[in-house]
């Protein structure tokens, strides 16, 4: 078990090196040099000269990026162009909000979707299962943004039960201080991950309910509902954390839309903002974050599958 | 799909149903327009919004384009960059999958770390990202998603190869002295090309989605340029207003579609299943 972690979090390491060479090359591909990104086409050639001296974007390639890895690690991710706060400011302001709506729909899709997956699969081939498949399936095709302008047009437009926008606020207390605001956003969010989740949570539970010890458990006497939540659930679950680990990113651009719809004041409409206004310290920075995010949690996802499984041992094989 | 698997692939219902589908979509939006003339290009304002009815079966958008024309010219593009995007990810991916696993040792581990790299950013993200620096139009956004997509089934063929290389045909080929390229050509990439199959119907599906969602970021294609996502869309910003005529068709033409593209993905994965064909 510990050479595994040790051989995955070498892995994690190289892949977030990866990142960072990434994002660095991206910065470069910007059009026009980022000195005319960040002062405009009208800037001289004095002010253009003075914007790459103070930036260092007058060195070598090899010396910008030791530069740039240097000020990542002091936590400066660089200055907004639009807003002229500093990138690391924003993210921290933006990461508790996304920290809520995507643990919160994550934790939500995951407890519907294991119940439901496992009534499908004990139900599989009859009417209920094929409806219930029919209606993931159709979930599942469905665009983000669409998702949540139904939800808007049936909750807040028709009985007028929640408001269609997220908290206008970035710090947590706040947001959950208006917890109805919070509902369609969070909503939207879980539906798009349910429908994978349940889908993958049913094909699993199948797995499991033609295992032997299934038999061990309904010859020796075990009531069906027992044998359902102790054995059945229970060995189905496991696969689904990874799931959630390498969904990671998906779960992610869901929040983006999810936040662009809603003006929900997290990372994705940060994200979006930044996009749309060629921020592009704020986009590089913030990109880093997500990929930062995603490295973490599928490496989380890993280790707690193999905790979680005692029948995986890591490293022996 | 080894060609014996051809005739139970093909007489599946869910694969059947997908297909057909399909194939009427594609007739509607390449033949439609033969039978049905709109004009596309210009916006005439006089004629906008107005409902469904005569001259106008789905009414006309914001911009008096009229609705149902106006989905045969989306459905274009919408189609068009799926199956662009799908091709070209399934040439790219298999490629890459199959040197990294048939070379194994170092060069794979490099070649896997770079595609774990690639995927550690959401796709959407890097695209945000992209269609800043370049401005898209219809090839830009095929090669862009492209670029994104080919990833994933790269991992899959190279996990494909990689229990295939072990199989004693393969073995016994390298043994009467085929050549490595013979041999992938011959024995391997034929062999993964069940999951090829279902990596590019997914690739599709979520290509045309991916589409919309670059619309509806206002990332899309610049009009006049139209595909279901863009259309959906700008639809939405009417649908407070009572005109569903330009949110519901695109909707449910775009849901139709992409249902339909994973539902012979779906079909191919689960016939490529041997423990779920027996039970």
Known sequence: MTSYLVRRAAQALVVMIGVLILTFILIHLVPGSAARAALGVRATSTRIAIFNTTYGLNKPLVAQFADYVGQLFHGNFGISYTTQQPVSTLVAQRLPGDVLLVGASTALAVLIAIPLGTYQAVKRGRLSDQLLDGVSFTLYSMPDFFVAFLLIALFSVQLHIFPPEAPQTQDVAGMLADPRALVLPVATLTLSNLAGFSRYMRSSAIDVLAEDFLRTARAKGLPERLVLSRHVVRNAALPVVTIVGLTFPNIIAGAVIAEAVFSYQGMGLLLYQAATSHDYPVLLGSTLVVGAATVVGSLAADVAYGVLDPRIRHGRG | ?279
């Open chain 2, 1 to 279: 799909m080894a060609a014996g698997k051809w005739p139970t692939w093909a007489a599946n219902h869910r694969v059947q149903a997908g297909i057909g589908v399909i194939a009427a979509l594609a007739a509607f939006c390449y033949l439609g327009p033969l039978v049905y003339h709109t004009n596309q290009v210009t916006v005439n304002l006089n004629a906008a919004t107005l409902p469904p009815g005569a001259g106008h079966p789905l009414g006309t958008d914001g911009d008096g384009y009229d609705v149902l024309g106006r989905l045969m010219v989306g459905g274009r593009s919408s189609l068009e960059l799926g199956f662009a995007v799908a091709a070209a990810t399934t040439v790219i991916g298999t490629l890459y999958g199959a040197i990294a696993g048939w070379a194994g040792g170092i060069v794979d581990a490099v070649m896997m770390r770079a595609i774990d790299t690639f995927l550690a950013l959401p796709t959407l993200v890097l695209l945000l990202l992209l269609v800043t620096i370049f401005t898209p139009d219809l090839l830009s956004v095929i090669l862009l998603l492209t670029a994104l997509s080919w990833l994933g089934t790269a991992r899959l063929v190279r996990g494909q190869i990689l229990t295939l290389r072990t199989r004693e045909y393969v073995q016994a080929a390298k043994t009467l002295g085929g050549g490595q390229w013979w041999i992938i050509r011959r024995h391997l990439v034929p062999n993964a090309f069940g999951v090829i199959i279902v990596s590019a119907t997914f690739t599709i599906a979520d290509a045309i989605l991916m589409l919309s969602v670059l619309s509806f970021l206002g990332l899309g294609l610049p009009p006049p340029a139209a595909d279901w996502g863009s259309m959906l869309t700008n639809g939405l910003d009417y649908l407070f207003d009572g005109y569903w005529w330009m949110v519901y068709p695109p909707a449910v033409i775009l849901v139709i579609t992409l249902i339909a593209f994973n539902l012979i993905g779906d079909a191919t994965r689960d016939s490529l299943d041997v423990r779920l064909r027996q039970r």
